[in-house]
């Protein structure tokens, strides 16, 4: 991709008067950048599913994504939650109610 820069930058620079060279050499830029990138992505997904035929296809991840977490651990961490805001609520009232004290001291 650096590569890409280095030869495509200088040759937009001499093309710079010619709007049709330009415009080509600005969109070959652009293709290549493009076309790296996505080959970086899917080509070792292709080259792993080549070679491991029976590996995890579509049909799996969608299995993995439809399974439901444990009802129990749920529930467990949403009442770890709760107790936690429950907490947080406590604490800020107190705080308030303190600093209300001592603001009620200072004026008086």
Not at 26 to 47: E, T
Not at 73 to 80: E, N, Q
């Given at each position: 991709?650096?590569?890409?820069?280095?030869?495509?930058?200088?040759?937009?620079?001499?093309?710079?008067?010619?709007?049709?060279?330009?415009?080509?050499?600005?969109?070959?830029?652009?293709?290549?950048?493009?076309?790296?990138?996505?080959?970086?992505?899917?080509?070792?997904?292709?080259?792993?599913?080549?070679?491991?035929?029976?590996?995890?296809?579509?049909?799996?991840?969608?299995?993995?994504?439809?399974?439901?977490?444990?009802?129990r651990?749920?529930?467990?961490?949403?009442?770890?939650i709760?107790?936690?805001?429950?907490?947080?609520?406590?604490?800020?009232?107190?705080?308030?109610?303190?600093?209300?004290?001592?603001?009620?001291?200072?004026?008086?």
């Open positions: 991709m650096l590569l890409v820069s280095f030869v495509g930058v200088p040759v937009m620079v001499i093309f710079s008067d010619e709007p049709r060279a330009h415009y080509f050499v600005l969109a070959s830029i652009i293709f290549v950048l493009c076309s790296s990138v996505l080959l970086f992505v899917f080509i070792p997904k292709i080259l792993y599913k080549r070679f491991n035929p029976g590996a995890s296809g579509f049909k799996q991840s969608m299995r993995d994504m439809s399974k439901r977490g444990n009802p651990r749920d529930s467990a961490y949403m009442t770890h709760g107790d936690n805001l429950r907490r947080s609520v406590a604490h800020a009232q107190s705080s308030k109610k303190k600093a209300d004290d001592i603001l009620c001291q200072e004026v008086s």
